[in-house]
C-alpha cells in the first residue's frame, strides 16, 4: 500500500509553500483560461502569453490542494520559455505519466511510454498515480494550459 | 459549553458489533468512519435482509399472481409501510418510492413544477442548499423564467430569517433543507413552513440530513413535500423518498413514464395508476425497499431520540475536544451549540487544504469528506474553496472523535 511519502515528496512540498510564477498578465495581450476541478472545488486560471513561437510567459492564480498547486507550480517553470512544440511536448509527456493507472483500468497495459522530453523535477509527481483520486488535482492545472494554448491556436471567431 | 453525561441508551460497543465493515482495517487500524452524512453503514440487519429476500422471495412486484411475487409485493409494500410511520406520514399513499432526495426533489419540479410555475412565478431556497435543492430550480428559471429567491445564512451559520415575510411574498414554493449537510445547522422547518403558507405558498423540505439524526413527523413539521435518502439512514443505496399531501399527488401529473405507472395503455394515448404508483415507472428497486424497511426497524429498535441525543453529545465532544486541543488553529463552521446542529462538522485546520488534510487522516483509518459537499454556493457564502467534514453516526464514539484529533497532529509533520 503506498503512502504518504509517495505523495507528499519534498520537492512538491516546496512548490506548494513557495508556489512560482503566482500572478496575472494582462488580457490582452495574454491569454487566460480557469479549469474547474469539480470533485473538490479547486479552480486554477492560467494566463499565457505567447509571442511568435514563444511561451513568453505563464502566471497562475487561484486555490486548490497542495498536489494541484506544486503541480500547476513546475508545470510554470517546465513550460515557460519554451516553444510551442516543445510545450506542447512536456503536456503530452506529463499526461502519459499521469494516464498510467487510466491505461490500466482499460485493459491496456501498453508498456513503458517511451517519454518525448525529460520532465525533471515534474517526476516527484509520479507518486500521485499511486492515490487515484488525487490524479485530477494534478493534472487541473495541465488541462486548462492545453484549452489556453487551443484557443490562442484557434482564435473564436 | 457543557458536556452532558454520556447517559444516553445508546450502546455503542454493542452496536459496533451489528456493522461488520466496522471490523475493517485500512494501512492496519481500525477503521474509524466518521463519513454518515455522504453514506452511512449498513448493520447485518439490513444486509440480511435483502440477501434472505434475493434467496427466498425475488419476483417483480405488482404483476405475478404466483406465490412468491405475490410475497415480493407484500414485502415492497411493507417497506411503504414502515416509512410512512417512520417520517409520520397519513398514509401509506402518500409516500412514493424514488432513488433518492435528488430524484424526489426533480420529480417535485418536473411534475408539480411543470403544472404550477410560469415564467415570473417565485420560488425561494436559501444559501445553504445541496446541488440537489438548486439545480432543478435553476433548470425551471432558464427553461421557463421563474424567479429564484433566497435566504441567506448568517455569520454564525443559521439562517437569517430577518427579511423572511418580504422574501416569501408572492412565492409559490419554498424549498430548504433541514439540517445542512455543510454546516450541520438545524433550520426552524416549522417557523418557515407557517410563514410560507401565511404567504401563499407550498414547502419542500429536503430531509436528507435530518431523518436520519432525529425522529421525523412531517405534520409536526407542517411541510406539503418531503425527500428522504434511504442510504444515509442505515438503508441500501438506490431508493429514497418522496412523500407529498395525498391531494397534491392526486394532482399532480406523472414524472417519468412507463410500467407499472399506468392503468391501460391505447394506441393513442393512456391513463395514470392511483398515487403512489403513478409516480414508480418501471420495476423498482425491490431488495432496496425490503433492506429500507430492515433499517428503519433497526432504528425504531433504537429510538429516533435516543439517536439523537447520541449525536448531539457526541457533536459536542467533537467540538469541545477539537477546540480545546487546537485552539484558533481550528475553525468550526456552523453554529457552536450542539442544540443547534446536527452531527455534521465542518471544519478549517490551520491553511492545510482540506484534500490533504484528508489524504493524511486516511493514514490512521478515518475517513472524512474534503470537497465541497455539494453545496458550492455556500462555500462561497463561506469564503473557502472547501472544508473537512467529520459526521457521526450511533456506531460512533468518543474514541472516534480522539482518533480524529490526534490524527490531525499527523498533518502538521508535512504542512506545519
Redesign the interface.
Same mark, same amino acid.
Given at each position: 500500500?503506498p %503512502? #504518504?511519502e509517495d505523495?507528499?515528496r519534498e520537492i512538491i #512540498?516546496d512548490h506548494y509553500r513557495n508556489p512560482r510564477n503566482r500572478g496575472e498578465l494582462p488580457v490582452p495581450p495574454a491569454h487566460a483560461e480557469t479549469g474547474f476541478n469539480p #470533485? =473538490? %472545488?479547486?479552480?486554477i486560471t492560467v494566463y499565457v502569453q505567447v509571442d511568435g513561437d514563444t511561451v513568453t510567459d505563464l502566471r497562475l492564480t487561484g486555490? %486548490? =490542494?497542495?498536489?494541484s498547486q506544486s503541480s500547476a507550480s513546475m508545470m510554470s517553470t517546465a513550460v515557460k520559455g519554451r516553444s510551442l512544440e516543445e510545450a506542447r511536448a512536456v503536456i503530452r509527456t506529463f499526461k502519459a505519466m499521469m494516464s498510467v493507472h487510466e491505461a490500466r483500468l482499460d485493459g491496456d497495459d501498453g508498456g513503458p511510454v517511451e517519454p518525448e522530453v525529460a520532465l525533471g523535477d515534474l517526476e516527484a509527481l509520479q507518486g500521485v498515480v499511486k492515490?487515484p483520486v488525487?490524479i485530477k =488535482?494534478a493534472t487541473l492545472s495541465w488541462n486548462t494550459l492545453t484549452q489556453a494554448l487551443d484557443s490562442i491556436a484557434a482564435p473564436a471567431s | 459549553m457543557a458536556i452532558d453525561a454520556p447517559a444516553t441508551p445508546i450502546d455503542v460497543a454493542s452496536i459496533k458489533k451489528d456493522f461488520p465493515i466496522l471490523a475493517v482495517e485500512v @494501512?492496519g487500524k481500525r477503521l474509524v468512519y466518521l463519513d454518515s452524512a455522504a453514506s452511512s453503514q449498513k448493520p447485518t440487519a439490513v444486509l440480511d435482509a435483502m440477501d434472505r429476500y434475493y434467496e427466498t422471495t425475488h419476483a417483480n412486484v405488482h404483476r405475478g399472481v404466483y406465490t412468491i411475487a405475490e410475497e415480493a409485493t407484500r414485502l415492497y409494500e411493507d417497506a411503504r409501510k414502515a416509512m410512512a410511520r417512520f417520517i409520520g406520514a397519513g398514509s401509506p399513499s402518500e409516500v412514493v418510492f424514488t432513488k433518492n432526495v435528488t430524484e424526489a426533489i426533480n420529480l417535485v419540479a418536473r411534475s408539480w413544477g411543470g403544472a404550477n410555475l410560469h415564467a415570473g412565478d417565485v420560488v425561494v431556497l436559501t444559501e445553504m442548499e445541496h446541488h440537489a435543492n438548486l439545480v432543478p430550480w435553476l433548470q425551471l428559471k432558464a427553461e421557463r423564467g421563474i424567479e429564484l429567491r433566497y435566504l441567506p445564512v448568517g455569520e454564525d451559520g443559521l439562517l437569517d430569517l430577518s427579511d423572511l415575510d418580504r422574501t416569501l411574498a408572492g412565492a409559490k414554493l419554498v424549498a430548504f433543507t433541514a439540517m445542512s449537510n455543510v454546516l450541520g445547522t438545524l433550520t426552524p422547518v416549522r417557523r418557515i413552513a407557517d410563514a410560507a403558507h401565511a404567504a401563499g405558498a407550498l414547502v419542500l423540505v429536503d430531509g436528507a440530513q435530518y431523518t436520519p439524526a432525529t425522529a421525523t413527523d412531517v405534520s409536526e413539521l407542517g411541510v406539503d413535500f418531503y425527500g428522504v435518502t434511504g442510504h444515509k439512514m442505515l438503508g441500501p443505496t438506490g431508493i429514497g423518498v418522496l412523500w407529498a399531501r395525498a391531494e397534491l399527488l392526486d394532482a399532480m401529473p406523472p414524472f417519468l413514464g412507463g410500467g407499472e405507472m399506468i392503468r391501460d395503455v391505447r394506441l393513442d394515448g393512456f391513463t395514470t395508476n392511483d398515487v403512489p404508483w403513478k409516480f414508480e415507472a418501471g420495476t423498482p428497486p425491490i431488495a432496496e425497499a425490503v433492506g429500507l424497511e430492515a433499517a428503519v426497524r433497526y432504528l425504531e429498535t433504537l429510538g429516533m431520540d435516543a439517536v439523537r441525543a447520541h449525536e448531539r453529545h457526541l457533536t459536542a465532544y467533537a467540538i469541545d475536544t477539537l477546540t480545546a486541543r487546537y485552539g484558533d488553529d481550528l475553525r468550526v463552521h456552523g453554529p457552536l451549540d450542539a442544540d443547534q446542529r446536527g452531527g455534521v462538522l465542518s471544519f478549517a485546520y490551520k491553511d492545510i @487544504?482540506? @484534500?490533504?488534510l484528508s489524504?493524511?487522516l486516511d493514514?490512521s483509518a478515518v475517513c472524512v469528506r $474534503?470537497?465541497?459537499h455539494c453545496a458550492?454556493p455556500l462555500?462561497r457564502r463561506l469564503g473557502v474553496? $472547501?472544508t473537512a467534514r467529520a459526521s457521526f453516526s450511533i456506531y460512533n464514539d468518543e474514541a472516534d472523535v480522539d482518533v480524529l484529533a490526534d490524527a490531525l497532529a499527523d498533518a502538521d509533520r508535512?504542512?506545519g
Open positions: 500500500m %503512502g #504518504l505523495l507528499y #512540498l #470533485l =473538490c %472545488g479547486d479552480e486555490q %486548490g =490542494c497542495s498536489i492515490f488525487r =488535482c | @494501512h @487544504h482540506p @484534500h490533504d489524504q493524511v493514514e $474534503a470537497g465541497h458550492k462555500m474553496g $472547501a508535512l504542512f
